[in-house]
């Protein structure tokens, strides 16, 4: 099964794709992590998309576009996968249907995690995330030692895009680019919105219930 999580930064694409993940055994494929990865590793990509990425700003889709494309075309992914952060544009949930009409796939569902725009800033803002890809929050996920990821050990960090400035041009380009899309996507009877609002474990078993209820996944 093909899902898109769909919703604005803070929302708990990310969280709840590692759940989701985990729960049906397909790969979580994140642009926003593969572009960091990409940071990490001083890449071409990585420089080109880094300058847009530390003010909140879209990745332009000509330095998108290779990345996304191969990555949905490796084997892990046969059986499904969870794309998290992808697409966050008209064009780019166009590119996505050609890309999948290539590989012989389809869209199965858009997962759209709906949270009240109040409550982005706080989760955004307390946002720690791990090297080894764990994310945590300072009030809501505590690692178990403050500052510690639980998995690795390894120190946690602040991303430069979670800092207020960059939060708050993140939620307007949201609000501009990418929420048009719950439209498209309703129009084309994939959309499913859940209330993102609730405790993490709340949410999973509401995603579960209701993707078990859609079929299997
Ligand atoms: P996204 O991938 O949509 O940007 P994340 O999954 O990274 O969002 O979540 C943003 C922050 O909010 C993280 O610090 C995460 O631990 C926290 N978070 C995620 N889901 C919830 C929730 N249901 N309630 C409270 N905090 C949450
Ligand atoms: P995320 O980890 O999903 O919050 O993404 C972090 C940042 O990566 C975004 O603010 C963008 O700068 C960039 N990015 C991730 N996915 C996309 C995308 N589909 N299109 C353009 N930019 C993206």
Redesign the pocket.
């Known amino acids: 099964m093909i899902i898109v999580l769909f919703g604005p ?1 803070g929302s708990g694409k990310g969280t709840q794709a590692k759940l989701l993940a985990e729960r049906y055994g397909v790969p979580h494929i ?4 593969i ?1 960091r990865e990409n940071i990490k590793n001083e890449t071409e990509l990585g420089l080109k ?1 880094k300058t ?2 530390d003010k ?4 332009p889709d000509d330095v ?1 576009i290779g990345l996304i494309k191969d990555r949905l075309s490796q084997s892990d992914g046969a059986s499904g996968f969870l794309l ?5 544009t008209l064009p ?1 949930a166009e590119t996505l249907s050609k890309i999948l009409s290539e590989l012989g796939k389809s869209l199965d569902v858009v997962l759209n995690i709906d949270v009240p725009a109040e409550k982005l800033l706080n989760r955004l803002a307390g946002r720690r995330m791990c090297v080894c890809g764990a994310s945590y929050h300072i009030s809501f996920n505590k690692p178990k030692q403050a500052g510690i990821c639980d998995l690795c050990g390894s120190k946690l960090y602040h991303r430069d ?1 979670d800092k207020e400035e960059a939060i708050m041009n ?1 939620l307007d380009v949201y609000k501009n680019q990418t929420q048009p899309l719950i439209d498209h996507y309703t129009q084309a009877g994939v959309m499913l919105t859940i209330n993102g609002a609730a405790d993490i474990v709340v949410v999973f078993n509401e995603i579960c219930r209701m993707l078990d209820d859609f079929g299997h996944v």
């Open positions: 930064p994140s642009t926003g992590d572009l998309a847009y990425m909140g700003e879209l990745v998108l998290d952060g992808y697409p966050r780019q895009d993140r």
